[in-house]
Each structure stands twice: as C-alpha cells, then as structure tokens.
C-alpha cells in the first residue's frame, strides 16, 4: 500500500531521485553523505533511518536523494529489475501510471509486492485501478488475477483498503492515517520510473 504511493511523494515533493534497495543493510551501505534514507520494518522507521515509509512523512527531501528500503514494496521492484521499463504505481498516480505505461510498450505487466509473500488486497485493488485506465489505452486484460483487479476496482477505494490485511497491520503501530492518505486517487501526475543501477540499488527520476 504505502512503499510506490511514499516513492511518487518523494519525487512530487521535489527529490532529486530515489534509490530503491534491496534490503535495509544495503540502503545504509548505499547511502551517500547528504542522502536521506527511507524504510520500515514492522512497518515502522527502522533505528537510524531519517524517514520512515509514510507519505505523510517527506520533509527534507526537496533536492536531495532518498535511498528507500522496505519490508515488501523495494523488493519487489529489484524482482521486476529484468522489464524493458520499469515504473512505480499506486492510487495517487493511477491514471498518469496507465498512460506513461501504455506509451512505453505493447504490452504491460501489472507486479504487485503483496505482503511477506502473500496477495495482498490494497496491491490487487491498486492494480485494478490502473488496469482499468490501460483498458481506457485500448489493453485488455488477460488472466483471473487480472479479471480479479478489475472486479475489486469497482468498489470505492477507501472501503477496500480499510478491509485490508496491510490497513489493520498499520493501524495496531498508529499508521492508521496512512490508509487514508493512499486511498487518494490521482492526486498528482508523478511517476517514478526505472533510471539505472547504483551499486545494488536501484535509481529512480520523474517519468
């Protein structure tokens, strides 16, 4: 829910770019001096981590690059690594995902980092959001899981996200203004899109 909404905040908020680890211990091996490091573990700010990975949470960042590490969200960007291009989704940034998507390629893949290896409802529902504006680009949707997104996109986001595994999970560490904040839909046109490689990081610009 929070880790690609947290990244397109950076960027709207003026980053200079971000650096998507694979793991805590490279996001401080990674961090340059001058950077600002990102992540959570028990979706809390790990110890000696400037931000956590709320997208309430993005003051200092104008300027500077954000080296960001998270418990499912990071990860699943470094397992997508091998794509053509590589963009950053999630409700905020739902529709500019779709159209900068859909000008990239003929065909997308919609990956979705779910939660310690399981589905996640809020990743299906986001998915199903944006596949609804690549359908408005002339895709169509192939697979159940694909059909599944769709069907959960037709309800209201809030109701959905609030019924999530990953809305109770933040609620129990007094995140639960989180799920309010990424249930926003389009709330700006910022897509963080794949750059290159630092080291075992993965860099990300403006789309």
Not at 12 to 28: F, I
Not at 65 to 74: F, I, L
Request: a negative charge; aromatic letters at 4%; one cysteine or more.
């Amino acid at each position: 829910m929070r880790a690609t909404t947290t990244a397109g905040v950076y960027l709207k908020e003026g980053a200079r770019g971000l650096v998507l680890a694979p793991s805590l211990e490279a996001a401080r091996l990674l961090r340059a001096p001058g950077e600002v490091l990102a992540g959570e573990v028990g979706g809390l700010r790990p110890p000696e981590f400037d931000l956590g990975n709320s997208p309430r949470e993005a003051e200092g960042v104008e300027g500077r690059v954000v080296v960001m590490a998270t418990t499912n969200g990071t990860k699943a960007a470094h397992a997508a690594r091998g794509a053509a291009h590589l963009l950053l989704g999630s409700l905020q940034n739902a529709t500019a995902t779709a159209r900068l998507a859909a000008r990239l390629g003929e065909e997308v893949a919609l990956v979705c980092a779910g939660k310690e290896g399981q589905a996640a409802l809020d990743d299906l529902y986001a998915a199903g959001v944006i596949a609804r504006g690549l359908m408005a680009q002339g895709f169509a949707p192939q697979g159940d899981m694909a059909h599944l997104a769709l069907f959960l996109a037709g309800n209201p986001p809030r109701e959905v996200l609030l019924a999530s595994e990953a809305a109770r999970a933040l609620k129990e560490v007094g995140l639960w203004e989180d799920v309010e904040v990424c249930a926003q839909v389009d709330l700006h046109q910022v897509v963080p899109r794949f750059q290159g490689f630092r080291g075992e990081g993965m860099v990300f610009g403006r789309g």
